[in-house]
């Protein structure tokens, strides 16, 4: 029993409940979802004892222990068992069939009738004041919030080829008010990675970074809010390519390359459509993410025309976030190698100046990073501290390779011997925002700024950046 | 390549055909479905009851003592993996199937401590049932020792007998499994401090195990044979890699000349040997110790075994060859970054002026929508969906006009409008401000109503191109409402000085008051290319275009206006009369006295000739005052035509007399 199980849980509980807004009970598709669900149910319940879920500050807990992740992932419908006055779920032993109906029609509203199944058994728990939200709820809880905003908006533009920007900068704004209250959080927040609804998560990891890059620019948060929304929405046009092409796991052949590549224009339209405060840039952004520096990429921009610098300070997020995420064309790399992808194509496919400032703000090991250190111990790095070189990261596993409380450590680059991809060792960066200490120690870390009034001061020779820049870079992040 | 029937395998194209599977690997998360891939496999068949054994080194892949010929992409790739793997050697065993190649794959794929940890590529695949290929790894030679040094070394010494090689101290301690720390505590104790004695001693005690061991047949023919004894019963770890480790824990000066040694001799294999089991850094550290012509090996060594003097971090990695190397390599790619970052800490310019760059590229929010037009009208070519982006950009300029905001609503269509657009496109924009001007009108007339608007508004409708001209033409001639009629021909009097052709077009429109409202914008818009369009409707039926045709020709072309003035001054109507005989009072034309002259005697101006006479008298030269007295003093005239004008020019005079 562990956090998976809850979320398999919580997306099969959230699969029926859409089944049966659909259709009567005991429609087939009804019955599979819930046959389903209960299974999920069985298999999350412990034969000794009892299983606690709790929901309280916008997230979930299993057993007293904050979910980070899940809460990330299900706050529609945390907000479904929240509006029901749901604040525990407690599954004692093998779940009974009939009680797990019992307990879905009541979370659907399809009955008033409060669950009194044994197996399971709705508030009969209650969390205690120990089990808080974290230091960084109402950021994960915004954060979950843009996703939510932008699913409604994908099906509002797939169905109605429209959508309105009054709620997008709305969320926006709030995301960037907590982003950039704790931009280290933000960074290590933007690691989540969902496979299922890659292009939300992606989204929103992108308007963070661009967010962080931005205010470690110095811009303030009337200058984030149009570059986020543009961040956020820039791949908003890939509502227009059908699923199996975006998800094709092959080459893609020209008809399907064809349709890939409309999706900034599609995006852009959608937002000019749309109007309202500060669209103009969002939808520059969106129209021109993957126009490159030295002016292929599409859409081409014309002979000497360069992206925007509102677009090309996206693009470089916005690949970066690509590059680490896993796709079902091809595999994560890790955040080291991501920046290396990032320098190579300084120059050609980035703007050198925005890839330079991207790789001072993340650091040569990026929050997220999971490195094993030349002593074997596996750390995940948490943040950076301006006043201090050394790396901060939380320990989780041992040199031989047994999992540990998590423990903070700062630890020098000499000492990283390898960096590994988070999913292949399963861990996930983003829940140490909740561990104890961490948030303390993110608060307390003043978030690096670049120093504006330096101007004259000479630093990389662009050119030699240039020479060294890779013009043909792979496709790999095209696509994305 | 060993085993028999293998002699038709070329051991370059199945290390080519791994490559590829292994490339197709990378890229697919279901390799084994793709069509490269099962290509890759077929061509493993030569294989068929045969084998194929590779020895992987640092950035080579030999077979049978022939180091392979390795391009780039999918076999580059693939030999370093087998190499971060630290595999020493690879061996396919008759065909290995799609999966069977897979599993391999997916092992390789696989981060090489995580695997090593779990057991090694070759439990794997034992575990999966993958016979068909063997894998020997370098590291886990070593990690099944568990006996301590010594009771090896007896058991060496046993199994050595009186026939055995003569081996120093050191090179029993190290052949029977000592560690990398015992032995160089030996070495310094032995040597008693002396650089020069260490050096001594670790290079005789290491040149001293390598002849024992290529004694006991380790060579590239038999190696096959010999690997699988090791895989199954690993006895000791490699004592290259306790020589390697050991070399760490002494003086850095012993070190230097220990390397000084072996680079000298670096060309042959027992050497180079332990020399590829340094990383470049590890080297490089080593370096500012060498003397002159050391260090002018070293750099030839480095030479021999990188691909390219400025390659990358993975092209470094051939560098190195023993899993600690790996990592080095690794960190050296962090210090890459490191460095630029470390450039970057002096870039606070650079950087700090893109705050101020972006803010200023973006603070013009209008500009910035203008531009994402321009472009999304350049770069969308499916027509239903520039039909769709045309409507909606259509609507905001309507939204700009009904918000009073004229100038936002001339950028907006400036910016859709101003450019090189294909035809069909253009066509498309024209169409769709027609439609809007259609279903919008009322927000047009409404924003007109302001007088101030005008002039704006009619700028902006004359952007809307022809088309919309001819729409507002077709608007007034079905207005009904004489104030919006005025409005309306107000806008039009700014469309038409950009697009007459459509309001000439009206000159022929069946109803009169069409052509007079047409004609009236003409001549307010003016223009010497109104005047052919116009002329003719001097003559036309209705008296009312007559009056207006004379009132607009006549400013726009006071000299080809006066002979239809003249002429309708003997008009049937009263009001084209009384018109022409204005415009001809104001008119300056050097011509009308001639044309008056003519005119005087024309005997089509029968009822027009006392107007005539007055207008020459009151032109008052002498060549008019002449005209009229030379005719007033006719004596004898016989035709009515002339007589009437004596009469005519006779009042005139007198008159004034």
């Known amino acids: 029993m562990n956090e998976s199980n809850v979320q398999e849980f919580l997306k099969s509980l959230q699969a029926v409940l859409g089944q049966l807004n659909l259709y009567p009970a005991n429609h087939p598709n009804s019955q599979t979802a819930l046959h389903r669900g209960w299974e999920a149910s069985c298999r999350l319940a412990d034969s000794d004892e009892d299983v606690v879920i709790g929901l309280k500050g916008y997230a979930y807990f299993l057993n007293g222990e904050l979910l980070a992740y899940t809460s990330l992932m299900y706050a529609n419908l945390y907000h479904d068992l929240a509006a029901r006055e749901i604040e525990t779920i407690t599954l004692a032993g093998a779940t009974d069939a009939t009680d797990y109906r019992a307990f879905v029609r009541y979370v659907g509203s399809h009955t008033e009738d409060f669950p009194t199944g044994q197996s399971i058994r709705v508030n009969e728990s209650r969390l205690t004041d120990g089990e808080d939200e974290s230091a960084f709820a109402d950021l994960r809880f915004s954060y979950s919030g843009v996703v939510g905003t932008l699913r409604t908006l994908d099906h509002r533009v797939a169905r109605e080829g429209s959508f309105e920007m009054g709620p997008v900068m709305q969320a926006v704004e709030e995301l960037i008010d907590q982003a950039l209250n704790a931009s280290g959080a933000a960074l290590l927040l933007s690691t989540v990675k969902s496979h299922d609804e890659y292009t939300f998560y992606h989204s929103v990891n992108t308007c963070l970074m ?25 791949d908003i046009g890939k509502v227009a390519i059908s699923s199996q092409v975006l998800n094709h796991p092959g080459r893609l052949d020209r008809e399907q390359w064809k349709e890939v590549t409309i999706h900034p224009q599609e995006g852009a339209q959608a937002i000019v459509a749309a109007g309202g405060p500060g ?38 997020s916005d690949v970066y976030d690509a590059i680490t995420t896993r796709r079902s064309y091809r595999r994560a790399e890790t955040p080291h190698r991501a920046l290396q992808i990032l320098l190579q194509g300084a120059g050609g496919a980035f703007d050198p100046d925005i890839v330079k400032t991207f790789i001072s703000l993340m650091g040569i090991f990026p929050p997220g990073s999971v490195l094993r250190l030349l002593s074997g111990e596996l750390v995940v790095i948490s943040h950076h501290r301006a006043d201090s070189e050394e790396l901060q990261a939380v320990m989780v596993s041992t040199a031989a390779g047994e999992s540990i409380e998590p423990e903070l450590v700062a630890v020098s680059v000499d000492q990283v ?64 | 390549m060993s085993g028999s029937g293998a002699r038709m395998a070329d051991p370059i194209e199945i290390f080519d055909a791994l490559g590829i599977g292994w490339g197709v690997h990378e890229l697919y998360p279901d390799p084994v479905r793709q069509t490269a891939f099962v290509s890759a496999v077929n061509r493993l068949s030569v294989l068929q009851d045969s084998s194929i054994t590779y020895e992987v080194g640092a950035a080579t892949i030999s077979c049978e003592g022939e180091e392979l010929a390795i ?50 590529i070759t439990a794997a695949l034992q575990a999966g049932n993958v016979w068909s290929i063997q894998v020997t790894q370098r590291g886990l030679l070593a990690e099944a020792i568990e006996q301590p040094w010594e009771e090896r070394e007896a058991e060496h010494e046993s199994d050595a007998g009186d026939g055995g090689p003569r081996a120093s101290r050191l090179a029993r301690m190290v052949t029977s499994g000592a560690s990398a720390h015992e032995v160089a505590e030996a070495m310094l104790e032995e040597s008693a401090g002396d650089p020069q004695q260490i050096a001594d001693t670790f290079c005789e005690a290491y040149r001293a195990v390598y002849p024992a061991v290529e004694q006991t047949g380790v060579n590239t023919e038999s190696v ?68 002159e012509e050391t260090f002018k090996e070293l750099v030839g060594y480095a030479r021999d075994v990188v691909d390219s003097e400025s390659g990358s971090a993975d092209e470094l990695l051939p560098l190195v060859s023993a899993a600690r190397d790996v990592k080095v390599a690794r ?62 950009w259509c609507r905001r300029i309507s939204s700009a006009v009904a918000a009073g905001e004229l100038d936002s609503a001339l950028a907006l269509l400036d910016a859709g409008t101003n ?22 009108y009322a927000v047009f007339n409404q924003a007109a109503h302001d007088p101030a608007n005008r002039a704006a508004l009619g700028e902006l409708l004359a952007g809307f191109g022809e088309l919309a001209a001819s729409h507002l033409m077709e608007r007034l001639t079905m207005e009904e409402d004489p104030a919006t009629r005025r409005i309306l021909i107000g806008l039009l009097v700014v469309v038409g000085s950009h697009h007459s052709k459509p309001i000439v077009r009206f000159f022929k429109a069946p109803e009169w008051y069409v052509v007079r409202n047409a004609v009236t914008i003409a001549g307010k818009v003016g223009g010497d290319h109104w005047v052919p369009h116009l002329k003719p409707l001097i003559e036309h039926a209705d008296h009312r275009v007559v009056v207006e045709a004379l009132r607009a020709l006549t400013p726009l072309a006071p000299d080809e206006a006066v002979p239809g003035l003249v002429k309708s001054l003997a008009h049937e109507n009263e009001r084209v009369r009384e018109t022409s005989l ?31 006479a007055e207008l020459l008298f009151e032109l008052g030269t002498p060549e008019s005052l002449q005209v009229l007295r030379q005719i007033a003093h006719k004596a004898l005239l016989l035709s009515s035509t002339r007589r009437d004008a004596r009469r005519a020019a006779r009042e005139a005079l007198r008159s004034t007399a």
Do not use: C
């Open chain 1, 210 to 234: 661009a967010v962080a890059t931005g205010q470690y620019l110095g811009l303030t948060h009337k200058d984030l809010v149009p570059i986020g929304a543009g961040a956020m929405l820039h």
């Open chain 1, 279 to 316: 669209h103009e840039i969002a939808a520059t952004i969106a129209l021109e993410h993957h126009a490159r520096f030295d002016g292929l990429g599409y859409p081409r921009l014309g002979t000497d025309a360069v992206p925007h610098l509102a677009s090309r300070l996206v693009a470089v």
């Open chain 1, 417 to 480: 011997a390898q960096q590994i991809l988070a999913e292949s060792v399963g861990i996930e960066p983003a829940t140490l925002l909740e561990q104890a200490g961490v948030a303390e120690q993110i608060l307390a870390s003043s978030a690096p700024r670049v120093d504006e009034g330096a101007i004259e001061r000479s630093g990389i020779d662009e050119e030699a950046l240039k020479d060294q820049a890779t013009r043909s870079l792979s496709s790999i992040f095209e696509r994305d």
């Open chain 2, 71 to 120: 391009e780039r992409g999918g076999t580059a790739r693939l030999s370093l993996r087998l190499f971060v793997h630290e595999i020493e050697w690879i061996e396919l065993i008759g065909q290995p199937s799609a999966e069977d190649l897979n599993q391999l794959f997916k092992l390789l794929a696989a981060d090489e401590h995580s695997t090593r940890n779990e057991g090694g």
């Open chain 2, 224 to 291: 096959p044979e010999l690997l699988a004894v090791y895989r199954h019963t690993p006895k000791t770890r490699p004592p290259v890699d306790t020589f390697a480790e050991a070399f760490f824990l002494i003086p850095v000066d012993a070190r230097a000349r220990i390397l000084s040694d072996f680079l000298a001799n670096r060309t042959e294999g027992l050497h180079s040997l332990l020399l590829d089991q340094f990383a470049g850094l590890e080297l490089a550290e080593l370096a500012p110790h060498l003397n």
């Open chain 2, 331 to 392: 960190r050296s790619a962090a210090d890459r970054i490191r460095e630029m970052i470390e450039g970057i800490g002096g870039l606070g310019g650079a950087t700090g002026g893109l705050a101020g760059r972006l803010r200023k590229e973006t603070a013009d929010a209008d500009g910035l929508g203008r531009h994402v037009l321009r472009l999304l009208m350049e770069v969308e070519e499916r027509p239903d969906h520039f039909a769709r982006f045309v409507e909606s």
């Open chain 2, 419 to 440: 450019g090189e657009l294909s035809i069909s496109k253009q066509r498309t924009i024209e169409a769709g401000l027609v439609e809007l001007l259609r279903s919008d």
């Open chain 2, 582 to 612: 204005l415009l001809l009072k104001a008119s300056t034309s050097p011509v009308r006295q001639s044309e008056l002259a003519r005119a005087l005697t024309d005997r089509s101006m029968d009822g027009a000739r006392t107007e005539i």
